[in-house]
């Protein structure tokens, strides 16, 4: 075989010359892989900065909205709390009030009733007396 390379020496030179060839077509396709390759990484790396920015914008702003909802459920129910407490101290008071004025009435014709028997005891004893006052 060493006889034949050095009797032939074009074959080694068009063989040496195909390798080369060969080689560097793979050289080149792994730069172009490396270069595709770093094109990706520094893509990513001002694409992720972005994305977790946006990321914890809206998340900010869930909790913002879980938050008011919240929130707004609570300040519901406490308005709703709040209005039956003074619906029940409104209605307490409407018997009470209502209960006075019985109670007035009850007085006054307690009162009137005692005014004419009081007339009626007066009016016996001054007789009694002669007619006078």
């Known amino acids: 075989m060493f006889t034949t390379i050095t009797d032939h020496p074009e ?8 390798l080369l060839g060969v080689v560097g077509y793979f050289l080149k ?3 172009n892989k490396i270069d595709s ?25 869930d ?19 709040q209005q039956a407490k003074l619906d029940t101290i409104t209605a307490t008071n409407s018997a009470i009030c209502a209960k006075l004025g019985r109670l007035d009435a009850e007085r006054k014709e307690a009162w009137s009733l005692q005014r004419r028997w009081n007339d009626k005891i007066e009016s016996t004893i001054y007789s009694d007396k002669g007619g006078k006052k």
């Open 63 to 81: 909790i913002v909205e879980a938050f008011n909802n919240i929130c707004v459920e609570r300040q519901g129910s406490c308005s709703r709390l």
């Open 11 to 18: 074959i080694i030179v068009g063989v040496s010359c195909i």
């Open 37 to 61: 390759t770093a094109t990706i990484v520094s893509t990513l790396k001002t694409e992720i900065p972005l994305q977790l920015a946006t990321m914890r914008n809206d998340l900010k702003e």
């Open 29 to 31: 396709k792994v730069d």
